[in-house]
């Protein structure tokens, strides 16, 4: 156990303690110690109640940073829990990407109220803003840039930021654009410090820089971060326009959100799913892909129905069953993990999946044939008959070849019609395992036994 986690479940409990004997000088004491994202991470680990007395006791000066932090569906029961005047005060100071974020979760009188008290410009920031699509650059980026032009001597833009007074956070270069406002380089603060203040902007400017597309998809914007190792990068119309940046702070949390996603989503839940929320929502969630797997498990009985006379007949087969479909179910899921991961960081294209696929088919014979020939020794063993071994054995290669297939057609599949693999694939793949894997073991049983 990390220190990290033992600092926060050492505050929980805390906390937890605190608010159940109502000494809430306490809870003050430790939520003055705590970042904003901390006490997101703490509203997130209570219960209901505990999470909403807690909430009130939150410093009123960070409580729109506080919802920023915390997941959607936690903000909707915090934001419920505010009256009209809290929440307006509680989003004023937010920049406008990060009021882009939590505005669409406002009550509608509030949101309405809120744009109505705000200066044309700032309007018009968060208007433009919301017009792009939510998973989008446009979302993620930054309108507070300072762009110089290329002509002007470095006294010039020295002279520029000392009237602004400040410069943005975590801004370590500006923007570099031509007389139209296009985006064309970027000017390092240490050159501009540095150089003779007489040189041209022109002259120590970075010309081959990344710039974004403000239509790219927020997992694109990651991946080029990770990959080019950027800490900042300008945003970009179809026309080359300078719109703003994002910086490395955002790509984080499109990171974590994307990995708890695909997390969440191997399982069949919602990335925003609450830990602690009410039994009768949370169980409304997951009643649906249990319905749905239900019917995959009927489809499979539907199948072993069938071969209702075989397995009268041969009590062996009813025995060793589960194990055809198991090992299937195993080898198509390891397939289906590294197919997804590989879509989810743009590894698979139509260029090399038929090679992905190729590969698949063979680790899948010859992991099929080993374990294929270990299984039916042991059947053989167990059930004084060769016959069952060869068969079970026979089962098992054919089992594991559909499996591998399975984990590679399956996730592109999906992809291809729009639907996120990581969502239903595992549903699906489990289906396709249990009815080849029970086909082909009752099956072969059936022709070369009775």
């Known amino acids: 156990m990390t220190e990290t986690t033992e600092t926060l479940e050492h505050r929980l409990s805390r906390i937890h303690l605190a608010l159940e004997k109502e000494q809430l000088e306490k809870v003050d004491d430790v939520l003055s110690d705590l970042e904003p994202a901390e006490v997101a991470l703490l509203l997130e680990s209570l219960p209901p109640a505990a999470r909403i007395s807690l909430w009130e006791r939150v410093p009123g000066e960070i409580d729109g940073e506080v919802l920023l932090h915390v997941h959607d569906e936690v903000r909707g029961t915090l934001i419920d829990d505010m009256d009209h005047a809290e929440i307006v005060a509680a989003t004023t100071g937010l920049d406008t990407t990060d009021l882009a974020e939590i505005f669409e979760d406002l009550p509608q ?17 968060l208007q433009e803003t919301l017009s792009f699509e939510e998973d989008s650059a446009g979302r993620l980026m930054r309108t507070d840039t300072i762009a110089v032009r290329a002509d002007v001597s470095l006294e010039t833009v020295r002279r520029f930021l000392r009237w602004k007074e400040a410069v943005p956070d975590n801004t370590h270069m500006l923007m570099v654009v031509d007389r139209d406002g296009r985006f064309v380089g970027v000017l390092p603060l240490a050159r501009l410090v540095a150089n003779d203040p007489e040189m041209a902007v022109a002259d120590l400017m970075d010309s081959e820089v990344d710039s974004i597309k403000v239509t790219m998809k927020s997992t694109d914007v990651a991946t080029l971060f990770q990959t080019h190792d950027l800490t900042s990068a300008p945003v970009v119309d179809e026309s080359g326009l300078l719109l703003g940046r994002i910086i490395i702070d955002d ?16 399982a069949g839940l919602d990335e925003e799913e609450d830990l602690f929320a009410p039994v009768m929502p949370s169980a409304k969630r997951r009643a649906v892909w249990l319905g749905i797997n239900l019917l995959t498990a009927f489809l499979a009985a539907w199948v072993i129905g069938r071969f209702e006379a075989a ?10 069953m589960p194990i055809v479909a198991s090992m299937g179910g195993i080898a198509g899921s390891q397939t289906l993990t590294l197919a997804i991961r590989g879509l989810a960081l743009g590894q698979i294209s139509r260029t090399n999946s038929q090679w992905l696929l ?23 063993l167990w059930f004084d008959s060769i016959a069952i071994g060869v068969i079970i054995a026979a089962a098992l290669v054919i089992n594991m070849l559909a499996a591998g297939i399975a984990g590679i057609v399956i996730p592109l599949m999906l992809k291809r019609a729009g639907i996120d693999p990581a969502l239903s694939g595992s549903v699906i793949l489990t289906t396709v395992t249990d009815v080849v894997g029970f086909m082909s073991f009752l099956g072969l049983a059936t022709v070369f036994l009775l």
């Not at 309405?112 to 309007?123: E, K, T």
């Not at 009268?312 to 025995?319: M, P, R, S, T, Y």
Request: proline share 0%; hydrophobic share 60%.
């Open 311 to 320: 397995l009268d007949q041969i009590v062996a087969l009813a025995v060793l």
């Open 109 to 125: 009188q509030v949101a309405a109220d809120m744009l109505r008290s705000m200066d044309a410009l700032q309007r018009s920031r």
């Open 251 to 266: 790509i984080v949390d499109v990171i974590r959100e994307n990995s708890e996603q695909a997390l969440m989503n191997m």
């Open 358 to 380: 190729r590969k698949e088919i063979g680790i899948a014979a010859l992991n099929g044939v080993l374990w294929s020939l270990v299984v039916a020794v042991l059947a053989v």
